[in-house]
């Protein structure tokens, strides 16, 4: 198994800019999420999916969008990148018994918006 | 919402002595409490938890204790090795799940001294 996959590794946008990170797991995990990691600070959750078509938000959802439409895949969307959007993403996933279950993660996306 | 706060954001110590690095939590209701390792240029990997029912876990080299009076949890490192360098975060998961989900401290950097 490859586990959780993240791509591109890292990427620079322009403000105003969009872009999509994608993030794929072939554990048949059920529970998908979205963190970003800033410098000197533990991970924030952007959003979240308990299964395919079903998304949530987490505590730092703005200027982000999420959607499931396969239990593999869970791609995050930034519209307007801003400089405040500089920062590395994680990308997760866990078996279906939810937030107990031990999350396993992808190797980030470092994105630096100028 | 839960706080995590994590002491100290550096340690270094000799390789072969103990480490131990303490979080403490705001919200008497979280019941969850994992440990992630995070080596440069990777995701974090869980390398311990414990439930608020249980006050001690020990895996080999890795123990992990919770005070639920004073909201506080530590984790042991034993007999340190240079493969124990990297950032050491907790989190704590508040029982009602939701969309918060696992708050994290902002991590410890370890660093074994040869």
């Known amino acids: 198994n490859a586990g959780v996959t993240q791509t591109p590794k890292f990427r620079i946008l322009k403000i105003g800019q969009s872009m999509t990170l994608q993030c794929a797991q072939d554990m048949n995990h059920n529970y998908m999420y979205w963190y970003r990691q800033d410098p000197g600070m533990g991970l924030k959750l952007i959003y979240y999916?308990?299964?395919?078509?079903?998304?949530d938000k987490g505590e730092v959802p703005n200027g982000y969008n999420v959607s499931r439409s396969t239990t593999e895949d869970f791609p995050l969307r930034l519209e307007l990148a801003a400089p405040s959007q500089t920062s590395v993403y994680f990308c997760?996933?866990?078996?279906?018994?939810?937030?107990?279950?031990?999350?396993?993660f992808g190797p980030g996306t470092r994105l630096l918006v100028l | 919402g839960e706080n995590v706060e994590q002491h100290p954001s550096t340690l270094s110590v000799q390789e072969g002595d103990s480490a131990v690095i303490k979080c403490t939590y705001s919200?008497?209701?979280?019941?969850?409490f994992p440990w992630y390792k995070q080596e440069l240029g990777k995701g974090p990997q869980l390398i311990i938890d414990i439930r608020s029912n249980v006050g001690e876990k020990k895996d080999q080299r890795i123990a992990v204790t919770l005070n639920k009076t004073a909201k506080h949890f530590s984790l042991h490192i034993t007999e340190t090795q240079p493969e124990d360098s990297a950032v050491y975060f907790c989190?704590?998961?508040?029982?009602?799940?939701?969309?918060?989900?696992?708050?994290f401290g902002k991590g410890t950097h370890l660093i074994i001294q040869p």
């Open positions: 919200d008497s209701a979280s019941n969850y």
């Open positions: 989190a704590a998961l508040y029982s009602g799940g939701g969309a918060d989900g696992l708050t």
């Open positions: 999916s308990v299964g395919a078509g079903i998304t």
């Open positions: 997760a996933s866990s078996y279906s018994r939810g937030w107990e279950e031990t999350q396993y």
